[in-house]
């Protein structure tokens, strides 16, 4: 690792605490060229899949889509940001945990609907009448009557 200030190359680590989230480790080093101090952080580096599209399109898993169709269906409801970003969490890691080079998006989808449920049944539906495309009020009542009769066991 070069030194921020002089560009040697040499240090040495100092002090390493895990972050207070725990994703991180924080190292002070100091250079051995200019003996100035400088702090980096190392991460685990997550490798995401590929997604595929319905139409077979491919492209780079995006944390940020998942969010804003999230924070759609959520729209107007007594859901706090730290539900939604745990939400996204779980769904992120569970397609981490699959461990493929790619992924369907209909996977995505269905993991976003399955945690959505346990949350809020109308950002369910919500989510639901979008990501699979109801073609009409038939199909919507046919999903609430599923999400009543489920709620009702």
Do not use: W
């Amino acid at each position: 690792m070069k030194c921020p200030f002089c560009g040697h190359s040499e240090n040495k680590v100092i002090d390493s605490r895990i972050s207070k989230e725990g994703k991180a480790v924080r190292r002070r080093r100091e250079c051995l060229g200019c003996s100035k101090r400088f702090t980096t952080y190392e991460y685990v580096e997550e490798v995401l899949p590929m997604v595929v599209k319905k139409d077979g399109r491919r492209e780079q898993f995006d944390r940020q889509k998942i969010l804003t169709g999230v924070k759609k269906a959520c729209e107007k409801r007594q859901i706090s940001m730290d539900v939604i970003d745990q939400l996204i969490d779980n769904v992120e890691q569970a397609c981490q945990e699959m461990q493929a080079e790619e992924i369907s998006s209909t996977i995505i989808g269905e993991n976003i609907m399955k945690e959505l449920k346990k949350i809020d049944g109308v950002a369910y539906v919500r989510f639901a009448s979008v990501y699979r495309q109801f073609r009409d009020v038939g199909e919507f009542m046919s999903e609430l009557k599923d999400l009543l009769n489920k709620g009702k066991k």
